[in-house]
């Protein structure tokens, strides 16, 4: 049997791992200045982490959520305490598109309304709704076209005052920054006013942090740097360090009930376990101000090469816009540099997202070989 042909793939084959780092089958070493979608948040193969799947998985893998699991409970206490979030609820699933798919049915099950409030360049995923609501036709089957949603600019508040005033609005769905589209990022002001208006037409406001979330920005989660109070909260990517975790964090606003959410996987021991540990060592080692310190490194760096018209970002989710595309720059930092970095739908975007464990030695390779 052959694999199903919808992957592009680089030739390199990394086969191990270790916190920046992977190694191919000849054992060259790849600075990872990707993290695999932003999916690596304390580094590959971290030790305490390793340790904690181990030790789980000859205890007890998998049961159904038929059962008590401490895990889960756990999971949710250490995450709300290090989020800031310890009044929201937690439903656990496995991946980022089921976590924004379950968001926008909890959201229409909330209102009793259909209707989403996208933004232009999103991307929530490739399930029914959360496909339905990333504005990138080439991956919208005519079964997801049957989703009610309303692309609107990113920023613009009018339109969406407009929108919400028909009464037909569920939820407005909203990456804090755009991680495909390319690293957008509207002001306060708008964010700001997006909850009141959420709030003043009964309609529940999704913070998407699939990809800005878990400590990437610097904060936990990329919109605490408003004053904002959303109503479900998506994370996935660095929950779970490449181990299949994602969740939705609910306000206390909305009430649950049997049945109305549910999956197979999800919440599972080995899940809770990474997740566990992700949290322990983003806390322990103070990740978040690493990511902190070492984005403004990045940038003072950034600043300095005129070829660079824009920096773009926060914290270790940044991107560099040049003056042409850099598809090729891509391929020659990995073939002839050995460095992943990674691309976005503007293509004359450079992605950054490392694991969070970067160092400032690491930066300076990166721009070492940037100006060759």
């Known amino acids: 049997m052959k694999l199903f042909d919808v992957y592009p793939l680089y030739d390199v084959t ?15 070493p790849y600075l990872d200045l990707y993290g695999g979608h932003a999916v690596i948040s304390i580094g590959h193969s971290h030790p305490e982490y390793v340790a904690a799947i181990s030790e789980q998985v000859k205890k007890l893998g998998f049961y159904s959520n038929a059962i008590q699991n401490p895990l889960q409970v756990e999971l949710a206490d250490k995450l ?12 656990l699933c496995n991946s980022g598109a089921e976590a ?10 909330h209102t009793g309304k259909s209707r989403v409030i996208a933004f232009n360049n999103a991307f929530h995923g490739r399930t029914s709704a959360a496909v339905a609501a990333t504005d990138n036709k080439n991956i919208n089957a005519p079964i997801n076209v049957q989703h009610q949603v309303t692309f609107l600019e990113l920023g613009d508040t009018k339109s969406l005052e407009q929108e919400l005033q028909k009464g037909d609005v569920c939820a407005v769905i909203v990456e804090f920054i755009q991680g495909v589209g ?9 964010y700001e006013e997006t909850g009141r208006l959420c709030k003043v037409h009964n309609t529940v406001f999704i913070a998407d942090e699939i990809q ?7 904060d936990f989660f990329a919109f605490r740097k ?11 990517k660095g929950m779970g360090n490449g181990f299949p975790v994602a969740g939705i964090l609910i306000h206390p606003s909305i009430p649950a009930k049997y049945g109305m959410l549910g999956t197979t996987f999800g919440g ?47 914290g270790l989710m940044l991107g560099i816009e040049l003056d042409f595309e850099v598809g090729e720059l891509r391929k020659k930092l990995i073939y002839d540099h050995h460095i992943f970095t990674g691309g976005s739908s503007n293509k004359k975007l450079l992605r950054i997202l490392p694991p969070l464990t970067v160092k400032k030695e690491h930066i300076d390779t990166f721009f070492e070989a940037l100006n060759t």
């Open 226 to 236: 408003y004053e904002v109070t959303p109503d479900i909260i998506s994370t996935a």
């Open 212 to 218: 800005c979330g878990y400590g990437r920005t610097g």
């Open 14 to 28: 990394p086969v191990r791992g270790k916190d920046v780092y992977v190694y191919d089958t000849e054992g060259t």
């Open 268 to 314: 599972n021991h080995l899940a809770c376990a990474a997740a566990i540990a992700v949290l322990d060592v983003l806390k322990k080692e103070k990740l978040m101000e690493n990511a902190r310190e070492i984005s403004a490194y990045f940038i003072e760096k950034a600043q300095r090469i005129p070829q660079i018209r824009k920096i773009k970002g926060r």
């Open 80 to 91: 709300g305490a290090l989020s800031g979030c310890d009044d929201y609820q937690l439903f």
């Open 182 to 190: 390319g690293l957008d990022e509207a002001t306060a002001d708008f």
């Open 100 to 109: 924004n798919e379950n968001a926008l049915k909890l959201a229409s099950f």
